[in-house]
């Protein structure tokens, strides 16, 4: 038997896997990269900005992050390339202080961002395009990753913040008297149906160099994805292997059939044509300034083609198999 082939990969996450990214741990804790004959290695890193920053200076083959900075990075002239969706959606909550009990009362609060670009920074700006409420009537702060991010709503120096779902969970049933679940999942999926959400991307080097290793970082990815959707009790035991919270089977269980039923598993590996129509024509709306980029310039379709021809499409009224 031939030894794993190496990839090196940046977690944008930072040192944990929620919800939220929870396709990335289960290819790697499932064994699912390993069945297809790599060794992954994880860089944490602070946001996905950090992420692709760690894939242009060479210390990561793959980065895993929001498309935002992807796109922003492309736009700039950085030769990034989007491989794979790992998720089509935020499993995140609008975590806020107890005071606030109704969205127009977000305007003049404090809100808590990963950093200036992220993902979080991109899914709460659309959050308040939603709402009816302009950009500059919020005071945007860059934190860092969700650690940081509650201890700043647990000491108030924040309004608000979006959270992961098992966090926010967590959170409301501790502090009922000083946090609050303003929006939920399914409230922010109602008011942003297009959500922005992790990729997995890399250079145009590596990809001309090393197509193999990133057809079967593809294939693994899309597996990892069906599995979480298909499988509650496998979703279960990633979970308690990867979240920082501790949480009841019931509440897992809800976690995943509210993630299942509302299409937040990249089961073909979202490269569907209507999917990043939306999400282009969101991107530049919020960053008019930047170079336009094309689809075909960023989306490297051709993986997530073959690892369906490979795989069989698997029935989705969310994630259409269109490679």
Known sequence: MTDPTPVRLAAGSGVTFGVDDLSCAAATDLGLWRDEGLEPSWTPVHGGVRAIEALLDGRVDVAYGGLGPALATRAGGAPVRIVVSMARALAQNLV??????????????????????ALSHHMARLTVRALGIAEDEIEWRALGPPPERIEALLDGSIDVSLIRV??????????????????????LKRLVPVQPHGVL???????????????RVTR????????LH????????????NAIVELSAD????????????GGFAVNGEMSAAHWDAQFADFRELNPALREVTQDEIL????VRDALAALDPFPSEFDPPEG
């Open 96 to 117: 806020v202080q107890s005071r606030i009990e109704d969205p127009d009362r977000l305007r003049g609060c404090s809100w808590g961002l990963d950093g200036f670009g």
């Open 166 to 187: 098992e966090e926010a969970l967590s959170l409301s049933a501790r502090y009922p008297d000083k946090l609050r679940t303003l929006l939920g999942f399914g409230d």
């Open 201 to 215: 991307s890399t250079t145009e080097t590596f990809e001309a160099r090393s197509s193999d290793i990133l057809a």
């Open 220 to 227: 693994g990815m899309i597996r990892a994805s069906r599995t």
């Open 230 to 241: 298909s499988d509650g009790a496998a979703f279960e035991r990633v979970f308690r292997g």
């Open 251 to 262: 509440e897992i269980g809800a976690i995943w059939r509210q993630e299942r039923d509302n």
């Open 300 to 303: 490297a379709r051709r993986f």
